[in-house]
């Protein structure tokens, strides 16, 4: 390859920026295709490399019997080529954040469910990654090699492709990723995130992203950080062990609200912005209920933001919480809804969880409910008539969407009598800081 080509330019500096946080000793070149037999790849069309998967679920799961290891293997890896691409995405990212459930036999010939963990989402260190440039791997009808590709216990998770400096990055997705979706779909079943770059600029989007929805990762680790485009901030912010996982994890939804399923990964604010209200929320009688405001752009996704905090703390803390989820207008209540309903975040048929009335509301608080939708005007009390404290739990989660129209006046202070242990977090999308403090 020309010395001189994006290879040993904007490649190599991806690859320096990969060895500093997974390691020097995880990286390979596979152009040559000497090493599938180390990665455990027998044919060329194989996008999982075996040998480390098989390592893997043997070290994170000591107690399953080795029959539920083949099983679980087997599930992983199984052709979904009958499946749309975001469905066999679906699919198998809830099998590596959930678990994968097999049914096996014990000695006595009974039925038993084993649950085999694929990735360790609590300690990352104890996972495998591993960076592989230049792996060819065979289609139906083509054979291609992308750039990079980021494995975590033998999955391919992220896709890097490269650009040199001097072409648009809309190439990136248009030449490549578009192509590699027709001609090697197998590679994106697994994907969590795929990053483009021609050095200069740098986006991160999913396989259902349109070149317009890839976006800019700005900062890493605060929100109080100079946000800076660039190659480096986009590995260190999406790709380091903790993050990359987190992101898996906590910060991936698909959403069925459009004519075909979308895969979405958090935008960096929001990721910076929730785990910032998610630590608030376990320190939530230190705060003494005060969540703080978490401030939205307009059309940003605050929704999402609301879907992926609710959702972090059902699997990171324990606790039995309810989520209280207050707008101010009948519409956006029920469109608030239809959002958590529309990305599997509802837990309920929809009359168990909308408040019709203000006495439902009250009903609804007194009982198990993960999340419970409703308008702040259903706090409300006739004339002079003393607010009543409606639950004594501390484990509700207040959320206030607009909250700079509502958070003020009386309903405010009868939702607070309401819930007098309750903990509070306010969206809004007015800004709250000073002219130039947005960044």
Not at 118 to 137: G, T, Y
Request: with cysteine; glycine share 6%; proline share 3%.
């Amino acid at each position: 390859m020309n010395e001189f080509s994006e290879n040993n330019l904007i490649e190599q500096t991806a690859v320096k920026l990969f060895k500093k946080l997974w390691g020097k000793e995880n990286f390979a070149n596979a152009y040559s295709g000497e090493m599938d037999a180390e990665f455990g790849r027998e044919n060329p069309d194989e996008v999982v490399l075996m040998n480390y998967l098989k390592i893997a679920l043997v070290k994170l799961n000591p107690d399953v019997s080795t029959e539920a290891l083949n099983l679980a293997i087997d599930e992983i890896i199984k052709n979904r080529s009958a499946m749309s691409m975001v469905n066999a995405n679906r699919e198998i990212w809830q099998l590596l954040r959930d678990g994968v459930k097999v049914e096996t036999e014990n000695e006595k010939g009974e039925q038993r469910i084993e649950r085999v963990k694929a990735i360790d989402f609590e300690n990352p260190k104890e996972n495998h990654f591993m960076l592989i440039s230049q792996m060819w791997i065979t289609g139906e009808l083509h054979k291609r090699r992308p750039d990079l590709i980021g494995f975590v216990n033998g999955l391919p998770l992220v896709l890097i492709e490269l650009k040199a400096s001097h072409k648009n990055l809309r190439n990136a997705y248009q030449e490549n990723i578009r192509d590699y979706k027709d001609t090697i779909p197998q590679l994106f079943w697994h994907n969590t995130f795929i990053i483009i770059s021609n050095g200069i600029e740098t986006k991160v989007g999913t396989l259902t992203s349109a070149y317009e929805h890839f976006n800019e990762w700005k900062k890493i680790k605060s929100e109080n950080e100079e946000g800076r485009v660039s190659l480096e901030t986009v590995i260190k912010g999406t790709c380091e062990p903790a993050r990359l996982l987190d992101i898996v994890e906590n910060f991936t939804l698909f959403d069925d609200s459009f004519r075909e399923l979308k895969k979405i990964v958090a935008h960096y604010f929001q990721y910076l912005g929730v785990n910032r209200s998610f630590e608030q929320i376990k320190n939530r009688d230190e705060n003494r209920g005060r969540l703080g405001v978490f401030w939205h752009t307009q059309g940003s996704g605050k929704s999402y933001s609301m879907i992926f905090l609710s959702q972090k703390v059902f699997r990171k803390i324990q606790g039995n919480f309810t989520f209280a989820l207050i707008t101010d207008r009948d519409d956006l209540d029920t469109q608030l809804y239809k959002n958590f309903a529309h990305c599997g975040a509802v837990y309920e048929p929809e009359e168990m969880v909308h408040a019709k009335s203000i006495a439902h509301l009250r009903d609804m608080l007194k009982e198990d409910h993960r999340q419970i939708f409703t308008i702040i005007h259903k706090f409300g009390t006739r004339g002079d008539e003393a607010p009543p404290v409606l639950s004594e739990r501390s484990d509700i989660i207040v959320m206030v969407d607009e909250a700079h129209r509502t958070q003020y006046d009386r309903l405010a202070q009868n939702m607070r009598i309401a819930l007098p242990h309750a903990s509070f977090l306010a969206f809004t999308g007015t800004p709250l800081m000073a002219k130039g403090e947005e960044k």
